[in-house]
């Protein structure tokens, strides 16, 4: 089955991603269910757009990270603690 990926989720992988490059995260966040993810699905994915910093091998590494354990790729893009949202409108979501 599918994963949905939120509007956000497409928006802000447009603003990291040339138009091809984000077609190819979008089919990779797409068809991949990350396991236990607890409705933490949207933030685990632009938690990894944060850690590829636009770049497809920085996105591979940061996804990889996240299908073995989402909390790690909280913890590295500063998103685990219990003040995300604010940090996730400073850093992470791109104007």
Do not use: C
Not at 59 to 64: G, I, K, Q, V
Request: charged share 30%; proline share 4%.
């Amino acid at each position: 089955m599918p994963e949905e990926v939120t509007d956000l989720v497409r928006q802000q992988t447009h603003k990291y991603f040339s138009p091809e490059d984000a077609a190819l995260v979008l089919e990779e966040f797409e068809r991949t269910k990350l396991p236990l993810i607890n409705n933490n699905g949207e933030r685990v994915r632009l938690a990894v757009l944060y850690l590829s910093k636009g770049d497809l091998s920085l996105f591979d590494e940061a996804w990889s990270l996240a299908k073995n354990d989402w909390r790690d790729t909280l913890v590295a893009a500063g998103l685990a603690n219990g003040d995300w949202q604010e940090v996730l409108q400073l850093k992470v979501i791109r104007p």
